[in-house]
C-alpha cells in the first residue's frame, strides 16, 4: 500500500483528535486501531494499567524504550506534573517522524524527549547528554529480546536506582522469557505481573512491573 501503517495511524489522528487534547488523540489511536487496523500501541486496557502506574510512580524523569507511533509517550506525558519529561527512544526514522508529529498534535512536546536511536547506543551517554541523575520509571516497549541486555546496561550505568520502577510490555505475548526469568529470580527486584490482553485483542499478555530494591 501507498501509505504505511503509522501514517494511517496519524491520519487518523489529525481526522478525530482535538490538536491539544491528548485523550482525544489516545481515542482516536485506540478507535482505528479496534476498528481499522490493528497496530502494537500498548493499547486501551493495558494502557490504564501503564496509567495507574505512573500516578503511583509520579516520576520526574522516565525512560520510554521503543517510542513507535508515540501513543504510550503520550499516555505517560499526559500525566506527567510540571517539570517532569519521558525521553522516548526510537532508532526508525519513519516511526520517529510520526512520532513527533502525534505528540505535537497531543500538545505535549515541552514534556517529551524524542532521541532517534538505537537504546544500546544512547543509554550510555543518558547521564552526559540528558543530566539524568536515575530513572523513576522505565517502560519498555521495544525489541522483546533488548529488554534484559538494555536492563543490564542501565544497571551497568548506574541509571536505575533504589525505587526505580521497570513496566514492560508484552510479557506473554509475543514474550520475554529471559527478562521475566530474571527479574522474578533476581534478589534485587520486587515484581508484579498486572494480567490483561493483547491490545485490541482477546489474547492472554500483561505488564510486569519491577521495583529495584538497591544493591
Ligand atoms: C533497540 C532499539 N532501540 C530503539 N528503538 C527500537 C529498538 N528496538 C525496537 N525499536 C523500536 O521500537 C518499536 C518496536 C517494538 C517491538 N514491539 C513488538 O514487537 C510488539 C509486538 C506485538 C505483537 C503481538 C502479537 C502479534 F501477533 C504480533 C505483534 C505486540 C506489542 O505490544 C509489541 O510491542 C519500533 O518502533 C522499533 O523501531
Ligand atoms: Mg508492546
Redesign the pocket.
Known sequence: TRTSRPQRILKAVQRKATVGDPQSVITAIDHFCRHREWA?N?GDEKGSILDSVVSEVSPVTVLE????CGYSTVRIARLLPPGACVIT????PD?AAIARQVIKWSGLEDKVQLVE????DWIPWMKEHFGVQAFDLVFL????E?YLPDTKLLEECGLIQKGTVLLA??VI??GTPDYLEYVRNSPRYNSHYYRSH??YTKAEDGLEKSVFLGY
Not at 527512544?89 to 526508525?92: R, S
Not at 536511536?117 to 544500546?120: K, L, Q, V
Not at 516497549?141 to 522483546?144: A, V
Open positions: 502494537m500498548v524504550l521503543g517510542t513507535y527512544l526510537e532508532f526508525n516511526y536511536g538505537a537504546s544500546g516497549d521495544h525489541w522483546k533488548r510490555d508484552n505475548c509475543p493483547l491490545e
